[in-house]
Nanobody
Framework: QVQLVESGGGLVQAGGSLRLSCAAS????????MGWFRQVQGKEREFVAA????????RYADSVKGRFTFSRGDARNTVFLQMNSLKPEDTAVYYC?????????????????WGQGTQVTVSS
């Protein structure tokens, strides 16, 4: 069982940046593929980015490619989502997720563990 806790959300103006963190209760996330998803109330959860435990290829949604960077921290139980050039349409609750295996899948149902979410609001 892995417990995930997100932090770093907040209110920012369009064009600004935020860095989300996801810390795990386990000592390491080395054997987990990690993902970030986001959800607007009334809509389905949307894939943002995923990184396999080998770190071989990081996948991004087209809507965030070139603006967001997903990375693993030096502390092996933490991952980050650096979000630059934020747009109002990035406003959502952002969730960190984990799954066993080395496939950076984009489908939320393939992830076993989820954080509670952190709100990101981008004002125009």
């Amino acid at each position: 069982q892995v417990q995930l806790v997100e932090s770093g959300g907040g209110l920012v103006q369009a064009g600004g940046s935020l860095r989300l963190s996801c810390a795990a209760s386990s000592r390491t996330l080395d054997l987990y593929t990690m993902g970030w998803f986001r959800q607007v109330q009334g809509k389905e959860r949307e894939f943002v980015a995923a990184i396999p435990w080998t770190g071989s290829i990081t996948r991004y949604a087209d809507s965030v490619k070139g603006r967001f960077t997903f990375s693993r921290g030096d502390a092996r139980n933490t991952v980050f989502l650096q979000m630059n050039s934020l747009k109002p349409e990035d406003t959502a609750v952002y969730y960190c997720a984990a799954r066993g295996g080395d496939t950076a899948t984009t489908e939320a149902e393939n992830y076993s563990y989820w954080g509670q979410g952190t709100q990101v609001t981008v004002s125009s």
